[in-house]
């Protein structure tokens, strides 16, 4: 009974030990950051600024937005990035709706004038006929030329929905809607922070082989950053071309005259921007911790050089990505933000306290415990597949598809992920396919980052329906989007998963 017993706590043990695994400490200081970046409006600051660089054009704009969005995803969750942005985009579309209607407006005033002036000197000519024309011609004091114009909207409004005056407009607002969606999902990619399944890929990589020690942020960033930067690229030539045209030589003439669509625009934004106010003292702390963090990161193994982990030889294993951004996420606690003040009697304020950049209570509402506990259970599962020998039979049960080309392979392991993910959460996607992805590589002799990297990536491309991604439901929400909308894209998102399980993947390792 004792050794039974002992047999039970030590399967406890090992099964509740992967629930704490250094994934876990890494999203906890990530979310930290995160926290601190969003409650001092520092990622809104960082995506205006982004969108006032590439200027007001609608391609520019665009590439602006998803430039930005892509860049907060690469440190921020992908949802909490979208639901940012979004407001602001859609501020921005919206202006530029109604700075149209009021120069058509404007337009139709001066038409309606100058066509009743010529009219009535012609009439002069004619006598009686010039009264009756008059009468029906001659303009009404008032609002008549508002009158005019508001006719046109709702006749155009008539054919493309109440909310759009024309179906250009309206495809703009579903080019936007897509643009926050792609550049939210595509930045993170470009880190192994920047979403769930690139952590959850890392730590099942580094548990089934510990002695490969390729897998890290600088490794994962010198290998994503490219790809990321072409995917984003093309998703905005795509989504231009699909839904307003891509005219090449209006997009890089120099020396144009900006249009009332564009002004109107620029405005919005320097107003968005000119609301936060000059950069405050805790945002440039949360900056410089920020800074801090990456490059701790992009330091401690380079590759090229000996990193700063080197200093700790003696304790190999121990200092990890977790342990900077748990050591950073520790100072968001401490550091203090403002000073708590308080009137004595006499009248007087003094300070009695400070407080953090951020607390606890602010902590744990950004804290995904949701997906801190499914990713504890698929590594649990995948302990327990290794344990009983389930995944080498698995394995050996898929040997037969060595006889494939490796590029086959990775193509249908790729297509598979991304069908599966479409119904199912992208954690829980990537959990219970690692398990069988990692035996298939090893009995039909590949190298295991050719095939679990792609599927990796692949997991993210869940583009297909609203609830198949976080960042697809909160577009989806603002109404301008249909799921039709959304399922046209899937032709792009197959040509994508084809370039990256291309041979260009296979040449970064």
């Known amino acids: 009974m004792v050794k039974n017993g002992d047999r039970e706590v030590a399967a406890i043990i090992q099964v509740a030990s992967a629930y704490f695994k250094d994934f876990h400490l890494l999203l906890i200081g990530v979310i930290c950051l995160a926290t601190s970046i969003e409650k001092w409006n520092l990622h ?12 007001v054009n609608p391609a520019w704009l665009t590439l602006g937005f998803m430039s930005s969005t892509a860049f907060l995803s690469m440190w921020l969750s992908n949802t909490s990035t979208a639901a940012m942005v979004m407001p602001i985009v859609e501020a921005v579309v919206q202006q530029i709706i109604s700075a149209e209607a009021e120069v058509e407006a404007t337009q139709m005033t001066y038409f309606s004038g100058s066509t009743n002036q010529g009219l009535e000197i012609d009439e002069s000519v004619d006598g009686n006929e010039t009264n009756e024309k008059k009468e029906k011609t001659k303009p009404v004091p008032g609002n ?13 409004n008539s054919g493309t929905g109440n909310r759009y005056r024309t179906k250009k407009d309206h495809m703009m607002c579903k080019l936007m809607c897509l643009c926050i969606a792609y550049s939210s999902t595509i930045g993170g990619l470009t880190t ?4 769930s399944t690139n952590l959850i890929f890392a730590e099942h990589f580094n548990t089934r082989y510990p002695e490969c020690h390729c897998i890290n942020f600088g490794s994962w960033f010198i290998m994503s950053f490219p790809a990321a930067v072409i995917i984003l690229l093309l998703s905005w030539v795509w989504l231009q071309w699909l839904f307003l045209g891509f005219n090449f030589k209006e997009l890089f003439k120099c020396g144009k005259t900006k249009t009332s669509r564009q002004k109107a625009c620029a405005e919005v934004i320097k107003q968005e921007y000119q609301k936060l106010g000059p950069i405050r003292y805790q945002e440039i702390v949360t900056l410089v911790l920020f800074v801090t963090m ?17 200093l700790f030889s003696e304790y190999p ?18 550091i203090p933000a403002k000073r708590l003040t308080k009137t004595t009697p006499a009248g007087e304020t003094v300070a009695f306290d400070y407080s953090p950049l951020i ?9 995904p415990w949701d997906i801190a506990i499914l990713v504890g259970g698929g590594f649990a599962l ?24 490796v590029w086959l392979i990775i193509l249908i ?55 198949a991604n976080p960042p697809n439901a909160i577009v989806f929400s603002y109404g301008h989007l249909k799921v039709i909308d959304m399922m046209r894209e899937s032709t792009y998102r197959v040509l994508i998963q084809s370039v990256e399980a291309g041979p260009g993947f296979n040449v970064l390792f």
């Open 44 to 55: 809104k600051r960082i995506a205006l600024r982004m969108v006032m660089m590439v200027g």
């Open 382 to 405: 995948a302990d327990g597949c290794e344990e009983s020998g389930l995944s080498k039979w698995m394995g050996n049960k898929l040997s037969p598809l060595g006889s494939l080309p």
């Open 294 to 310: 990456a490059v701790l990161w992009f330091t401690r193994e380079p590759g090229f050089v000996t990193g700063w982990s080197a």
């Open 359 to 367: 607390t606890w209570k602010e902590f744990q509402s950004f804290m």
């Open 192 to 195: 192994i922070t920047g979403t």
């Open 413 to 467: 392991s790729s297509l598979l992920v991304t069908s599966l993910t479409e119904i199912a959460s992208n954690p829980a996607t990537i959990t219970l396919i690692l398990p069988i992805l990692a035996p298939l590589a090893e009995a039909i002799h590949v190298n295991p980052l050719y095939i679990l990297l792609p599927s990796t990536l692949s997991t993210s491309f869940a583009f297909l329906l609203p609830v």
């Open 317 to 334: 294993g121990f200092a990890t990505d977790s342990t900077v951004a748990l050591l950073v996420g520790l100072l968001f606690f401490l």
């Open 144 to 156: 008549d030329a508002g009158k005019t114009s508001s006719k046109m909207e709702l006749e155009k």
